[in-house]
């Protein structure tokens, strides 16, 4: 168990054995580097998605939080001697994920823009288009799966198979979600945006399914009854839900989480990393009071 009231701005790593640092002592780490490291930081935005992947030369971000988190994702990305940014992916247009993107776009150099084939409503994802054009760019529209490199990593990016709204049916630009898995050596690293069950079963249904360490929990960690056959079939490692203080994950979704073993972490509760090696992950998150 972690006790975090013994902890203080402190760093909570964990091998892929289990095993726990907590200030003095050790990290059981299973097998040496192989590769160049792959860093992924989950922001801690509030009930909001800012995730940026990072290799030695290469970065891609999926998601950029609400209006406000702009600032913040480019100043971490500043921080990290980053000046430019790959793969720009924004999950679907929802303002808790394209809301800073239009602040990324217009500080740093972005080379790609990746978004799931259908028009959003909100101010923010018009903010976003205007900056685009502004900046001379195109977001490419996914209308099928996609791979490429991420300097040592594969990425595999997976839209729905139609954003198509049916007569009747209200918009929900949540199971449009694009699902992102990224391979570093053995490590699968799974980032669901927000999926809800509809999206969750089709891409159970037709997309690369597969065992993966780590999960960035869908939609917050708000529970539905597609998460069992989810997490049963992925079975992460580790798990990070994108949430707040104000807005937790559902608690049904993180016993269901621990129900198959997977060490859980919340945003809520500070920034988080994750490091591959290739071979293991190691889990850190920034704890604050």
């Not at 808790?96 to 959003?120: C, F, K, N, Q, W």
């Not at 923010?124 to 990593?153: C, H, N, P, V, W």
């Not at 809800?196 to 159970?204: F, G, S, T, V």
């Amino acid at each position: 168990m972690i006790k975090k009231n013994k902890i203080t701005a402190a760093m909570i790593l964990l091998g892929l054995t289990g095993g726990i640092l907590t200030g003095a002592g050790g990290c059981i780490v299973k097998g040496a580097a192989e590769t160049e490291p792959l860093k992924v930081t989950l922001l801690k935005v509030g009930k909001a998605d800012a995730i940026a992947i990072q290799t030695e030369k290469n970065t891609m971000v999926i998601d950029t939080g609400e209006e406000e988190d702009g600032e913040e994702l480019v100043f971490y990305l500043k921080n990290q001697g980053i000046t430019q940014v790959d793969t720009l992916l924004i999950t679907h247009f929802d303002q808790d994920h394209v809301g800073g993107a239009d602040t990324l776009i217009e500080s740093m150099d972005v080379e790609r823009v990746l978004v799931p084939d259908y028009e959003g409503t909100s101010t923010e994802y018009q903010d976003f288009m205007i900056t685009l054009e502004e900046k001379g760019m195109t977001a490419e529209r996914l209308k099928k799966a996609e791979e490429f490199e991420l300097g040592s990593a594969k990425v595999l990016v997976e839209p729905p198979v139609s954003c198509e709204i049916k007569n009747g049916e209200a918009e929900v630009d949540n199971n449009f979600s694009i699902i992102t898995t990224v391979t570093h050596g053995k490590n699968r690293l799974l980032f669901t945006g927000d999926a809800e069950k509809q999206r969750i079963r089709q891409w159970m249904k037709e997309g690369n399914v597969s065992p993966c360490d780590f999960l960035k929990v869908p939609h917050h960690g708000v529970y539905n009854t597609a998460l069992q056959e989810l997490f049963e079939t992925v079975a992460p490692e580790y798990a990070v839900i994108c949430s707040s203080n104000k807005n937790p994950a559902d608690p049904q979704t993180i016993e269901l989480l621990k129900k198959y073993n997977t060490h859980v972490f919340q945003t809520k509760d500070g920034n988080i990393t994750v490091i591959s090696d290739g071979t293991s992950l190691e889990m850190k998150q920034d704890l604050e009071h």
